[in-house]
């Protein structure tokens, strides 16, 4: 089946490989998805999305075992404060649920984020969109789709 990122891919033309694994509503966690999938952890990103108090909404991908650094995002991204949004935004500002936010495919098409470390990888894998479907693609082809900066935002 196919998301609403995979056809934005497809649209593009950018090359991704699907990975599907069995939703378990008690760990959502990039750590678990990456146990799932069979990849290490720090290659498997999560998506957070932030509220800055210059720039509003802003899109975070970072690898799954990292935090955000909410200071140097904040620096970097050119407010002087972030938060994270409220889990309870997450669907209304996005169109994705909790578990299931993709970088690529939101309501709207925010600033975007990728952490350095993607670089160190061939592929990376992130949520297609939909509990229970990582897209597995290269770090630059993500950056292409979303116009994603790459920087060092976590630790």
Not at 4 to 17: F, G, H, W
Not at 87 to 106: E, H, L
């Amino acid at each position: 089946m196919k998301t609403n990122a995979s056809r934005i891919l497809d649209q593009m033309k950018i090359p991704y490989a699907m990975q599907e694994y069995a939703v378990d509503d008690e760990h959502l966690g990039a750590e678990h998805v990456a146990r799932e999938i069979g990849f290490p952890p720090d290659q498997v990103f999560k998506t957070l999305v932030v509220k800055g108090d210059k720039r509003g909404i802003m899109v975070a991908c970072i690898p799954g075992n990292m935090e955000l650094d909410l200071k140097s995002f904040a620096a970097v991204s050119g407010n002087k404060k972030v938060e994270m949004i409220l889990v309870k935004d997450i669907q209304a500002v996005t169109g994705y649920i909790r578990g299931g936010v993709s970088p690529i495919g939101m309501k709207k098409r925010y600033p975007t984020f990728l952490d350095d470390s993607a670089s160190l990888w061939d592929v990376i894998c992130v949520s297609a969109g939909m509990r229970g479907k990582q897209i597995i693609m290269s770090p630059q082809d993500l950056m292409r789709a979303v116009a994603a900066e790459l920087i060092g935002i976590s630790r």
